[in-house]
């Protein structure tokens, strides 16, 4: 079985500021992680994924993730949020081989407000 | 490419109403997802397909129904329409990374 678990249902941060999104998995085998974003009123965009290469993973629009194994951890992080940023985030997981997509897990999701 | 297309964008039902939620890809994937997505929930998956004329249940498959006829469509069916049905539904499809549609807005009065 697997699971995600997303700390924190809303953060808040400045315009310029560090954006954390913090994301713990619970998988009993090797997992492929996600996170995805969705702006308000349309579907998920793929922000970046996790699947076994380099443990730091680049993403568009500037965001980064760092997949932890020891802390079951795959928090999401932008060094400086922009107003376009302002979003709901989610983090999900898969066990699917091959690393495809097959029968994802979602985290509840983190909605992003950046205050000017 | 249009990618994944859902009509329609919303719809009101009264309760014991059916209706099909449209779902369709240009991307010639073959798998295919319907999820729900309910507040502060994340996205639940309620059926699959991994192929024209293979589909499976999911997390959430009561009170509903899909087919796969064809690689581009999936639609998705609720036969009597329930106020706990009310979501927005989005379909997604993928070969790896998983593309997702606009979603549908159902409310159930």
């Known amino acids: 079985a697997q699971s995600v678990t997303q700390l924190g249902s809303h953060v808040s941060v400045s315009e310029g500021a560090l954006v954390l999104l913090r994301c713990n998995y619970s998988?009993?085998?090797?997992?492929?992680l996600f996170w995805y974003v969705q702006y308000p009123n349309q579907g998920l965009q793929l922000l970046l994924k996790?699947?076994?290469?380099?443990?730091l993973v680049k993403g568009i629009n500037g965001f980064e993730a760092e997949f932890k194994k020891s802390e079951t951890s795959f928090h999401l992080t932008k060094p400086s949020a922009h107003m376009s940023d302002a979003a709901e985030y989610f983090c999900?997981?898969?066990?699917?081989?091959?690393?495809?997509?097959?029968?994802?897990?979602f985290g509840k999701g983190t909605l992003l407000t950046v205050n000017p | 490419n249009a990618g994944v297309t859902q009509t329609p964008k919303f719809r009101i039902l009264k309760i014991g109403q059916s209706m099909t939620l449209q779902c369709a890809q240009d991307?010639?994937?073959?798998?295919m997802y319907w999820y729900r997505q309910d507040p502060g929930m994340g996205l639940k998956l309620i059926y699959y397909?991994?192929?024209?004329?293979?589909?499976d249940k999911g997390e959430v498959p009561n009170g509903y129904n899909v087919s796969r006829s064809t690689t581009e469509d999936f639609p998705l069916r609720l036969e009597l329409a329930a106020p706990s049905q009310t979501s927005v539904y989005f379909c997604?499809?993928?070969?790896?990374?998983?593309?997702f549609g606009p979603g549908t807005r159902l409310t159930v009065l």
């Open positions: 991307m010639n994937h073959n798998y």
């Open positions: 997604a499809s993928s070969r790896g990374e998983q593309f």
């Open positions: 996790y699947t076994s290469a380099a443990t």
């Open positions: 998988s009993s085998v090797p997992p492929y």
């Open positions: 397909s991994v192929g024209a004329g293979i589909t």
């Open positions: 999900a997981v898969t066990t699917g081989s091959g690393g495809s997509n097959y029968k994802l897990t």
